[in-house]
């Protein structure tokens, strides 16, 4: 299984993907809204996004290339 590259356009990408705003990614993962915002920053002061992090981005957005979430019923 090969996930895509956790690039800041990829992090935005698959933000939108799953419906958050940077607010709303910020909160999930636990960071102020200003750190996130620095994950998707493709200038030099960008902060990437961790590769456990991404993929669950991934799994959220619908983008995972091998799971799928699924409500609880």
């Known amino acids: 299984m090969s996930l895509p590259d956790p690039t800041p356009d990829a992090v ?3 933000r939108e993907q ?3 705003t940077q607010t709303e990614a ?3 993962f636990g960071y102020a809204k200003r750190t ?3 994950k998707e ?3 030099k002061d960008g ?3 961790t590769r456990g992090e991404f993929e669950l981005l991934l799994l959220l957005a619908g983008g995972h290339p091998a799971f799928t979430l699924t409500p609880k019923e």
């Open 12 to 14: 935005k990408k698959y």
């Open 18 to 20: 799953a419906g958050m």
């Open 26 to 28: 910020a909160a999930r």
């Open 36 to 38: 996130w915002k620095a």
């Open 41 to 43: 920053d493709v200038g």
């Open 47 to 49: 902060r990437g996004i």
